[in-house]
T-cell receptor
Framework: NAGVMQNPRHLVRRRGQEARLRCSPM?????VYWYRQLPEEGLKFMVY????????ESGMPKERFSAEFPKEGPSILRIQQVVRGDSAAYFC????????????FGPGTRLTVT | GIQVEQSPPDLILQEGANSTLRCNFS?????LQWFHQNPWGQLINLFY???GTKQNGRLSATTVATERYSLLYISSSQTTDSGVYFC???????????FGTGTRLQVFP
């Protein structure tokens, strides 16, 4: 059973470009979470999604950031008009279709904005 | 929201030594997980332990939910144990994990 997959693993964008980060949950998992880790800091929750629904986006910046988890395909975290402060590691986690279960984390995408 | 504090912030050990890492949290939780972030940045699940005790090889963990703390024990440390250990919790009626600031462990040969 493959784990949570994220791609790309490393992404370099220039200021003003768009970044798209993809997350494929573990097989059978229908809950997806995105977390961000700024340099030398812990992880901070961004958004929690189920298929076609955003459940909790209380950690998402108000502007430029969006997330989706379509009926088919991976979850996408989109950052528009990136700035240097968006440079961070973005981790995706998934859990089974029941609440309050263990979250399994992917390897992360390291975004560098030049 | 729930506050999560980890101690010590830094720990330096010689190979073979034992250690105890602590995680205190400020409110009742429905989920508690321990992670190891290795020097390459990968986050590895160690334990899902909202209460009770679990063991996996040289690692074990205990959560005393009524007293709001969890302990991670590492025995016979190896250099591959180096990295940052995070505790993360989720309160009732929420699924988002709140992470502590971590304990940075360095194990020297």
């Amino acid at each position: 059973n493959a784990g949570v997959m994220q791609n790309p693993r490393h992404l370099v964008r220039r200021r003003g470009q768009e970044a798209r980060l993809r997350c494929s949950p573990m097989k059978g998992h229908s809950h997806v979470y995105w977390y961000r880790q700024l340099p030398e800091e812990g992880l901070k929750f961004m958004v929690y999604l189920q298929k076609e629904n955003i459940i909790d986006e209380s950690g998402m910046p108000k502007e430029r950031f969006s997330a989706e988890f379509p009926k088919e395909g991976p979850s996408i975290l989109r950052i528009q008009q990136v700035v240097r402060g968006d440079s961070a590691a973005y981790f995706c986690a998934s859990s089974p279709p029941a609440e309050r279960y263990e979250q399994y984390f992917g390897p992360g995408t390291r975004l560098t904005v030049t | 929201g729930i506050q999560v504090e980890q101690s010590p912030p830094d720990l330096i050990l010689q190979e073979g030594a034992n250690s105890t890492l602590r995680c205190n949290f400020s409110d009742s939780v429905n989920n508690l997980q321990w992670f190891h972030q290795n020097p390459w940045g990968q986050l590895i699940n160690l334990f899902y332990i909202p209460s009770g005790t679990k063991q996996n090889g040289r690692l074990s963990a205990t959560t005393v939910a009524t007293e709001r703390y969890s302990l991670l024990y590492i025995s016979s440390s190896q250099t591959t144990d180096s990295g940052v250990y995070f505790c993360a919790v989720a309160g009732f009626n929420t699924d988002k994990l709140i992470f502590g600031t971590g304990t940075r462990l360095q194990v020297f040969p």
